[in-house]
Antibody, heavy 118, light 107 residues
């Protein structure tokens, strides 16, 4: 059974940094691209970033480009999202999802809440 | 970037009704269109991928159609557990984008 468990969400001040993690199990992690998708409170879904199985290719939404960095450690079956220069508008539940998204994301984590506020 | 527009934004219906939700892309996305269901406090659930393919384990009352720029999600006979918010998502090109959502409520 595929399991994705996010962690690292917290309350952080504007301009601060945070690193999210996603621990994967139940599939061959290195064989799959992975993605981050977020949802601001009471709002819709927004794709944030994606990474290839090898980690050699990364993709970002314009809203986070230059501030967020996606990475993975295939030896630890883990996905990461380093978030710098955080803004109030980055406040959201962040989900990790298995796959690139081309055929949809069939597996999601439970989400981790990031709140950016002074 | 590709913009996705869903209609309606909200919808009231009764158990047993047939319901259709529409999603329009700002440019052709071929058949790279996926549909999700989300309930409060939960992660989205994939229902339909590639416009019309039913995700494993999803009831057959859900169906999708369309290609190019216009797509529909149809629920043939609403069940109590179907009241939720539905999103379309284009996967033709990054940045992948979602529609704004359709909230399906009990009449």
């Amino acid at each position: 059974e595929v399991q994705l468990v996010e962690s690292g969400g917290d309350l952080v001040q504007p301009g601060g940094s945070l690193r999210l993690s996603c621990a994967a199990s139940g599939f061959t992690f290195s064989s799959y691209a992975m993605s981050w998708v977020r949802q601001a409170p009471g709002k819709g879904l927004e794709w944030v970033s994606g990474i290839s199985g090898s980690g050699g290719s990364t993709y970002y939404a314009d809203s986070v480009k230059g501030r967020f960095t996606i990475s993975r450690d295939n030896s630890k079956d883990s996905l990461y999202l380093q978030m710098n220069s955080l803004r109030a508008e980055d406040t959201a539940v962040y989900y990790c999802a298995k796959g690139h998204g081309r055929d949809g994301w069939g597996n999601w984590g439970q989400g981790t809440l990031v709140t950016v506020s002074s | 970037d590709i913009q996705m527009t869903q209609s309606p934004s909200s919808l009231s219906a009764s158990v047993g009704d047939r319901v259709t939700i529409t999603c329009r892309a700002s440019q052709s996305i071929n058949n790279y269109l996926n549909w999700y269901q989300q309930k409060p406090g939960k992660a989205p659930k994939l229902l339909i991928y590639a416009a019309s393919s039913l995700q494993s384990g999803v009831p057959s009352r859900f169906s999708g159609s369309g290609s190019g720029t216009d797509f529909t999600l149809t629920i043939s006979s609403l069940q109590p557990e179907d009241f939720a918010t539905y999103y379309c998502q284009q996967s033709n090109s990054t940045p992948y984008s979602f529609g704004q959502g359709t909230k399906l409520e009990i009449k």
